[in-house]
């Protein structure tokens, strides 16, 4: 998917957008976030040290405003008819992910941050702290930690095990 969208921007803007700025944005869009910018970084040739700084900021970025806003924003479209079924769908599917980290509530989202499986991460984290109210400074700790610790899982995955296999 990273290779995919990596594509897209480079056809759409013709090359005129520089690679650390494509990983930037990549590492702020949910779903991607973190994961697909070390993978993208790495599809682009950055240094490890370049990727690492560009990978943390973009992902940490959105993270305090999920976790200020998404309530009184979710609240204001589920009053509207057009937006009401996407606010249900995605507050059911955060709170069906939602389980540990309720029961252990601040090591619960650090691990459902760091372990970069599908479906989890820091936006889909933010917001079932925001639905569990977890309390914003818990929260936000928490979420960092675990974004480290997804970058340092995602560092071994794109950086240092090609970098073994190329020592070979």
């Not at 990727?51 to 009053?79: E, S």
């Not at 079932?128 to 936000?140: H, P, T, V």
Request: aromatic share 10%; with cysteine; proline share 6%.
């Amino acid at each position: 998917m990273a290779e995919t969208l990596i594509a897209w921007f480079q056809e759409t803007l013709g090359g005129k957008i520089p690679s650390e700025l494509i990983v930037f944005i990549i590492s702020m869009v949910p779903i991607l976030e973190l994961r697909g910018g070390m993978i993208a970084a790495r599809l682009f040739g950055l240094p490890y040290l370049r990727a690492a700084l560009i990978c943390i900021v973009g992902n940490l970025i959105p993270i305090p405003f999920i976790l200020w806003l998404i309530t009184p924003i979710f609240n204001w479209m589920k009053t509207t008819g057009l937006f009401r079924p996407l606010v249900e769908k995605l507050e059911k599917t955060a709170m069906s992910k939602s389980d540990k980290v309720a029961k252990a509530e601040f090591i619960g989202l650090l691990l459902f941050v760091g372990i970069p499986i599908p479906g989890t991460g820091a936006w889909m984290g933010s917001l079932i702290a925001a639905l569990l109210n977890i309390k914003f400074k818990k929260a936000i700790v928490a979420e960092v930690l675990g974004l480290l610790l997804a970058f340092l899982i995602m560092s071994i995955i794109t950086y240092v095990i090609p970098w073994l296999i190329a020592a070979v």
